[in-house]
Nanobody, 124 residues
Framework: QVQLVESGGGLVQAGGSLRLSCAASGRTFSEITLSWFRQAPGKERWFVAGASWNVGAIVYADSVRGRFIISRDNAKNTAYLQMNGLTPEDTAVYYC?????????????????WGQGTQVTVSS
């Protein structure tokens, strides 16, 4: 079992930055792939970014590549999502997800564990 708790969301103006954190507990953190998804009101949950356990594989959605940076600190059992150049289109609930396989899949159906989400709101 893996428990995930996100934090760091909030309200920010367009062009601003936020850093989300995902604190993990339970199964050995370094063995799992961690990814971030987001879900806007009335829309599906979409992949944002993911990092394999050794950060050997990092994947970004096209919509955030160059603006967002995913990282993880296995010693602290924490993953991060640094979000820069935010736009109103980035407004969503952001979820941390974990899977035991090594590739950061973009499909939400391939993740076994989810956090409760943290709201990010970007004002224009």
């Amino acid at each position: 079992q893996v428990q995930l708790v996100e934090s760091g969301g909030g309200l920010v103006q367009a062009g601003g930055s936020l850093r989300l954190s995902c604190a993990a507990s339970g199964r050995t953190f370094s063995e799992i792939t961690l990814s971030w998804f987001r879900q806007a009101p009335g829309k599906e949950r979409w992949f944002v970014a993911g990092a394999s356990w050794n950060v050997g594989a990092i994947v970004y959605a096209d919509s955030v590549r160059g603006r967002f940076i995913i990282s993880r600190d296995n010693a602290k059992n924490t993953a991060y999502l640094q979000m820069n150049g935010l736009t109103p289109e980035d407004t969503a609930v952001y979820y941390c997800a974990a899977r035991s396989r090594s590739w950061p899949s973009g499909s939400k159906n391939e993740y076994d564990y989810w956090g409760q989400g943290t709201q990010v709101t970007v004002s224009s």
